[in-house]
DNA sequence: CTAGATTACTTTGCTAGCAGACTATACACC
DNA sequence: GGTGTATAGTCTGCTAGCAAAGTAATCTAG
């Protein structure tokens, strides 16, 4: 075994990919079940949180990076949860207006306490704060360089 | 802005969820566009080629963290591309044996010619070596103390 | 040797998300 | 104004993958 000749940053790609899927997938089960949300319902609740509270779908679309469809399911998703409302915007009346409301805002304290409790779980013991900064580094250079893909 | 008191590894691990999101699906868009494969196809042929070229099905599934159905679904598709052969195992008739073609193998060089291409734009130039060293410790740290799960 | 339990795989029904078509509004230029 | 073009959102198929039920083969007890 072992005669591959990889590159480092080969080594690094592959192993995070592979790791960061398995943990997609173990903290989603963790929301789901707890509070039947999807990542992407909770980062667009947060989004909201952050932003102003009433971005529109585009808006949504683009943080989430989302197809404008796939961003229709997510907010018709929360809304019938009672999470967001919709509202057409007066002043361009094609755009469609997404506020949070004070279940919705309830609901992002709860989806905190599991994520938290996951992210934790899954990563703080084995992070030390040297190697946390090199991924933050790393990661946001590598997302920023890609963001305009697609 | 940023008066978030997040502690480094949370940052660290929704930094690193986000940019893998997206570079999982931008690499995998170009496997598809060149080879008409998926991730989940390249990784099934990958351990074809390095464990023997003759798995079972649920040696594949859990190699890739997939599940049964979809390892069925993965070596569907790659038979009919003609890459694998399914083949009942004489010495256990519940097992299904699975085996590299040539064409498969032919395959394997050709997305790796992709695969590479692909991560050295996405990575490669944004990562030290001494970064991936802490990426491939970490990753494969918390890969093996996540593995278990499911 | 046969009844029940286990294992390996496939099938079925479901959900998330994409791409592309469609509708409605807004803007630009004549 | 009117006409062409761009933009915002939704709708309609489609695919990947999961979970759970179904099928077939094997193992274990008695």
Same mark, same amino acid.
């Given at each position: 075994?072992?005669?591959?000749?990889?590159?480092?940053?080969?080594?690094?790609?592959?192993?995070?990919?592979?790791?960061?899927?398995?943990?997609?997938?173990?903290?989603? /089960? #963790?929301?789901?079940?707890?509070? @039947? &949300?999807?990542? $992407?319902?909770? !980062? +667009?609740?947060?989004?909201?949180?952050?932003?102003?509270?009433?971005?529109?779908?585009?808006?949504?679309?683009?943080?989430?990076?989302?197809?404008?469809?796939?961003?229709?399911?997510?907010?018709?998703?929360?809304?019938?949860?009672?999470?967001?409302?919709?509202?057409?915007?007066?002043? /361009? #009346?094609?755009?469609?207006?997404? @506020? &949070?409301?004070? $279940?919705?805002? !309830? +609901?992002?304290?709860?989806?905190?306490?599991?994520?938290?409790?996951?992210?934790?779980?899954?990563?703080?013991?084995?992070?030390?704060?040297?190697?946390?900064?090199?991924?933050?580094?790393?990661?946001?250079?590598?997302?920023?360089?890609?963001?305009?893909?697609?």
């Amino acid at each position: 075994m072992g005669h591959d000749e990889q590159p480092l940053w080969r080594r690094a790609a592959t192993h995070t990919l592979h790791t960061s899927i398995l943990l997609k997938a173990k903290l989603e /089960d #963790r929301l789901q079940g707890a509070e @039947g &949300l999807l990542l $992407a319902d909770h !980062e +667009a609740l947060l989004n909201l949180e952050h932003f102003g509270e009433s971005l529109r779908m585009s808006d949504i679309a683009h943080r989430l990076v989302l197809s404008r469809g796939g961003t229709t399911k997510v907010i018709d998703r929360l809304e019938e949860m009672g999470y967001v409302s919709r509202s057409s915007d007066p002043a /361009d #009346r094609r755009a469609t207006m997404v @506020g &949070l409301t004070a $279940a919705g805002r !309830e +609901a992002i304290g709860r989806a905190k306490l599991v994520i938290d409790a996951g992210l934790e779980e899954i990563w703080s013991t084995h992070l030390t704060d040297d190697q946390s900064i090199v991924l933050i580094e790393v990661m946001d250079r590598v997302l920023e360089a890609n963001r305009d893909w697609h």
